[in-house]
């Protein structure tokens, strides 16, 4: 397989500073982006399939869907469980794009204090809006 | 899968840089999935905070989603159904190749694999939600 003089390191072989007594939270993000996303593709792509295709797109959406649908604690839960992991899938994700692409520190800590701001307000935002929906206001 | 081993006249692109990883399926899914990922974060976010309007009031939730009734905003959202479903398919592709001892042998066929599905379900998915802009621009009876 390998050409002369060409040698490619195994994949995920630890680093010599990874070695140095580090923390395994990139490993724990890791897997969090795989067992969140599995259930991601069953909860977004059942939301979609269902909103965009069986209940007519957003056509039919208003006031009074939304309200018919948090009726059942069925779909509260389902939207809680979406809300919280899509968003911290997302989170994650951005943060390596970040991590990525970002050359200097400061950028890179100020782009950051924006993704966790605004993951923390759509967490915080989504959360209480499924817990204290009012079908009844006016 | 095989690569020649013999020695090339200096200068010319040895297969090598080329088979492996960069520029081929590996690299471009990678690409991909990263842009479908970022795209569908952005809309996550405008997604929450509409739907947050439900707890101002119906009028104002009415009123943004009302905006969302055209053709034009119906063709994004098949683009972001587009964008999700790639990513997820692709996702369990790197599940697998991650998880499943054949994975990273087969990872090119997967990829093919995950195409044809987003293929098989974009076109009547794509048929479906379009059906009634359709109707709105030509006027299907």
Redesign the interface.
């Known amino acids: 397989?390998?050409?002369?003089g060409?040698r490619?390191d195994p994949p995920r072989s630890p680093s010599t500073r990874r070695l140095r007594g580090r923390t395994n939270t990139e490993l724990y993000a890791w897997l969090f982006m795989?067992v969140s996303?599995?259930l991601?593709?069953v909860l977004?792509?059942g939301h979609?399939f269902i909103m965009?295709?069986l209940d007519?797109?957003?056509?039919r959406?208003?006031?009074?869907f939304?309200?018919g649908r948090w009726a059942s604690p069925f779909w509260q839960v389902w939207d809680l469980l979406m809300?919280w992991l899509?968003?911290l899938h997302?989170?994650n994700?951005?943060r390596t794009?970040i991590n990525d692409y970002t050359r200097k520190d400061a950028t890179r800590f100020w782009l950051k204090m924006a993704l966790y701001t605004?993951s923390v307000v759509?967490i915080a935002?989504?959360t209480?809006?499924i817990f204290?929906?009012?079908p009844s206001?006016? | 899968m095989s690569t020649p081993t013999t020695a090339r006249p200096a200068g010319t692109r040895t297969r090598l840089g080329g088979t492996l990883y960069r520029g081929r399926e590996g690299m471009w899914s990678w690409v991909a999935h990263r842009i479908t990922g970022v795209l569908t974060f952005f809309f996550l976010f405008a997604h929450v905070l509409d739907t947050a309007l439900v707890r101002v009031s119906p009028e104002s939730y009415d009123t943004v989603i009302d905006t969302y009734k055209n053709p034009f905003v119906n063709l994004m959202e098949i683009g972001l159904v587009g964008a999700v479903l790639f990513h997820a398919l692709n996702g369990l592709r790197i599940v697998a190749v991650d998880f499943w001892s054949r994975g990273p042998r087969l990872q090119r066929q997967m990829l093919w694999a995950i195409v044809a599905v987003w293929v098989v379900v974009m076109v009547p998915g794509a048929f479906f939600m379009f059906k009634h802009s359709f109707e709105v621009l030509f006027g299907a009876g």
């Open positions: 397989m390998t050409a002369a060409v490619i795989r996303g599995i991601l593709v977004v792509l979609l965009n295709i007519g797109g957003v056509q959406i208003n006031f009074g939304v309200a809300l899509a968003q997302g989170s994700g951005l794009v605004a759509v935002l989504g209480l809006v204290t929906f009012d206001i006016s």
